[in-house]
């Protein structure tokens, strides 16, 4: 019987002591990207060898032998324990191959009831983003080889200090029983850091926590990978004439003073631009309009508007209005569009106003 991995929510945290190092990785505008490239699990240095990590931006913690702080350098025993395809006993971390290809390696640890149960891959990045940050997005994927008969969880945490840690909301958990055929089983997760307060040139920290859960005897491999951290993500139109570029420009700037730095602004064409935001991979849509007498017409938002809806966001004029459909075939009630997440639609919405756009 297949068995896939299944959402939970858990609370468990696991202090980390602060250090002065310095991150190498920054966290800029356009966000933060890796999937290990060389990483032949040989260990942690602040000048890493070729095959290890950078110990200014990754470290992991809960192995035996003994605590690994940024800026340390741990390069053997639990720290170091090369490269598997999985069906392992020994505690300790590994590049594992997910793909079975040998060509691309996961970041990885083998929990035994001395190491990593619990223990924490903990990454750290500098703010580049152009101000203070208080929301990311951080996409990861969580691969598991289901071998044994304990079940562990996997969740998603972020810190401003590296000891005060919270929890994104969802995880993942292993199966408290081992497949008779066991491989790797992999999960994305896209989880939300909120109210982070990092400042410009301070660190963000974010964990993968993994701990015991249920079941008994040996633990299943579990590894991470394709970790992608940004900023919250606007989009816009394709023609410049469908919207104020200008005035999306002091919109952000505005949003970006209030804690919420944004990446650089896609432009779409038709309504993917409500679709993308409804699916989580934009925090907002603005269609600002460009002279006072345009009236948007009804086939343009009918329907986008409604999958946005339904996948969670928030969509108004830029008066935080309703969009009346019942006027015939041009949105006579309304001026322009904002669709967005809802915590994020209300700051748009106040910044509109406070600048007096549309007015």
């Not at 966290?27 to 950078?54: M, N, R, V, Y």
């Not at 997910?98 to 223990?119: M, W």
């Not at 909301?169 to 307060?197: I, R």
């Not at 015991?212 to 005897?217: K, L, N, P, Y």
């Amino acid at each position: 019987m297949s068995r896939g991995l299944a959402l939970v929510s858990v609370a468990t945290l696991l202090a980390l002591l602060p250090t002065s190092a310095q991150a190498d990785e920054v966290l800029g505008p356009t966000g933060f990207i890796t999937d290990f490239p060389g990483f032949d699990g040989s260990g942690f240095a602040p000048e890493p060898a070729e095959g290890q990590l950078d110990s200014d931006d990754w470290i992991a913690t809960g192995f035996s032998d003994g605590p690994l702080d940024f800026g340390g350098t741990a390069t053997t025993g639990d720290f170091a324990r090369g490269v598997s395809e999985g069906g392992l006993t020994q505690g300790g971390l590994y590049a594992f191959d997910p793909g079975n290809d040998l060509s691309t390696f996961a970041l990885g640890a083998q929990p035994t009831g001395a190491d990593f149960a619990p223990g924490a891959f903990v990454l750290r990045l500098e703010n580049g983003a152009g101000g203070v940050l208080n929301r990311v997005e951080i996409s990861s994927s969580v691969f598991v080889y289901n071998d044994e008969g304990r079940s562990s969880s996997i969740v998603v945490e972020v810190s401003s200090d590296g000891m005060t840690w919270l929890p994104t909301g969802v995880g993942v958990e292993t199966p408290a029983d081992e497949d008779a055929e066991p491989m790797w089983v992999g999960a994305d997760l896209v989880d939300t850091g909120d109210m982070l307060a990092v400042g410009p040139g301070e660190f963000l920290y974010v964990r993968w926590l993994v701990d015991d859960v249920g079941g008994a005897g040996m633990r299943d491999e579990i590894a991470i990978d394709d970790i992608f951290i940004e900023p919250i993500a606007v989009c816009g139109s394709v023609e410049k004439a469908h919207s104020s570029t200008s005035d999306m420009s002091r919109i952000l700037e505005y949003v970006a003073d209030q804690g919420l730095p944004v990446g650089p602004r896609a432009r779409l064409d038709s309504q993917a631009k409500y679709a993308v935001v409804g699916r989580g991979q934009a925090d907002a849509y603005l269609r600002l309009p460009t002279r006072k007498d345009y009236v948007e017409r009804i086939w343009d938002h009918a329907a986008g508007s409604l999958i946005a809806q339904e996948g969670g966001a928030a969509v108004s004029d830029i008066h935080g209005k309703a969009l009346d459909f019942g006027q015939g075939k041009g949105l006579a009630k309304n001026k322009g569009v904002v669709c967005a997440r809802p915590r994020l639609h209300g700051i748009v919405l106040e910044a509109i106003e406070s600048l007096g756009i549309g007015s």
